[in-house]
């Protein structure tokens, strides 16, 4: 591990300390701390475009100075009430990602190759998303922590755990380890479509330890069922408007186009569920089937076309058979 990588995760780890109450008791240490960490992240990056040859000497002092910029902005939204400062942090995030697209979008034909998704960058993507959904599995042992065990408590979160498997699969089945087209479009639409794909497995991973603590209830409490179904449903549109961007959405049009269709239908449905908030098993279980459907239409696709295929085959060497008698 490098020097700057060992800085940055000093700073990261009393930022993350605050995240569960950023938005009230703790939000001043949270914008002082992010404010550090993004003059570090300026600093690390002007370092770094020193070598720089010089037609990438612009960019990279636009990204410095908008990381400076961010830095400044954070540290700034300490002074202010804490509903202001959450909506500053979010118009901030807007503009950061609005600036990173600009930028690729705006980027000369030799930047533009320095800017492309590589094998190495979709792995990396890959295993960000699997640890985010390592925060569903928590989410459910957290709950489990603060309840006595017993039978239903234990099913409920179980269950839970298969929603997450369930992220797991829409999203590695369909979207996760596949570059994009070789176009600019498609190269900003795939790295800013895992933002809020993140941010919904994330989501879904906090609902979880409410989803266990009141596995008893006649009904899943109000932001619990909203916030996993919803979570559930934005995994679900996410991932299509991240395939939209792959190579493979042209190359398997017959799967894809339905599938994506069937994906809106479900995310709807998830939507539904949330909204009559039925008891936290009856809740899971629900989803769990509604994740599956996709899954299950994926599947008989292919197994479909492989029954065609091998069809195909066995009618080619019967042809070749009836040719040389």
Do not use: K
Not at 78 to 101: E, K, S
Not at 197 to 223: I, K, Y
Not at 306 to 321: I, M, N, P, T
């Amino acid at each position: 591990m490098s020097r700057r990588s060992r800085l940055q995760i000093l700073v990261l780890v009393p930022l993350g300390a605050f995240i569960p109450e950023a938005g009230g008791a703790r939000g001043v240490a949270f914008a002082v701390t992010a404010g550090v960490l993004f003059a570090v992240l300026a600093v690390l990056w002007l370092l770094a475009a020193r070598g720089d040859s010089p037609e990438f000497r612009r960019p990279s002092r636009l990204f410095v100075t908008g990381t400076a910029a961010c830095a400044v902005v954070l540290a700034a939204s300490a002074a202010l009430p804490a509903d202001v400062r959450v909506l500053t942090w979010g118009l901030l995030a807007v503009a950061y990602l609005t600036g990173f697209a600009v930028m690729i979008g705006s980027a000369t034909p030799v930047q533009a190759v320095a800017l492309s998704v590589t094998d190495a960058l979709t792995e990396r993507f890959g295993l960000f998303i699997i640890i985010v959904l390592g925060e569903t599995v928590t989410g459910v042992v957290d709950g489990l922590a603060h309840e006595p065990t017993n039978a239903l408590t234990l099913a409920v979160g179980l269950v839970a755990v298969v929603i997450g498997f369930g992220a797991w699969w829409t999203y590695f089945d369909f979207a996760g380890h596949r570059r994009p087209r070789p176009t600019r479009t498609s190269t900003v639409q795939w790295m800013l479509v895992h933002m809020p794909l993140t941010a919904a497995v994330a989501a879904m991973g906090a609902a979880m330890v409410g989803l266990a603590e009141h596995s008893h209830d006649s009904r899943t409490p109000t932001a619990t069922a909203w916030v996993l179904s919803g979570g559930a449903a934005v995994v679900l549109c996410a991932t299509m408007v991240l395939a939209a961007s792959l190579r493979v959405w042209h190359l398997d049009r017959g799967l894809y186009r339905p599938l994506a269709r069937t994906c809106v239908v479900v995310a709807v449905m998830c939507g539904g569920v949330g909204a009559a908030r039925p008891a936290p098993l009856v809740l899971g279980l629900a989803l769990v089937v509604l994740l599956g459907v996709p899954w299950g239409l994926a599947v008989a696709y292919r197994l479909s076309h492989e029954g065609e295929s091998a069809a195909e085959e066995v009618s080619a060497a019967e042809h070749q058979d009836d040719n040389r008698r």
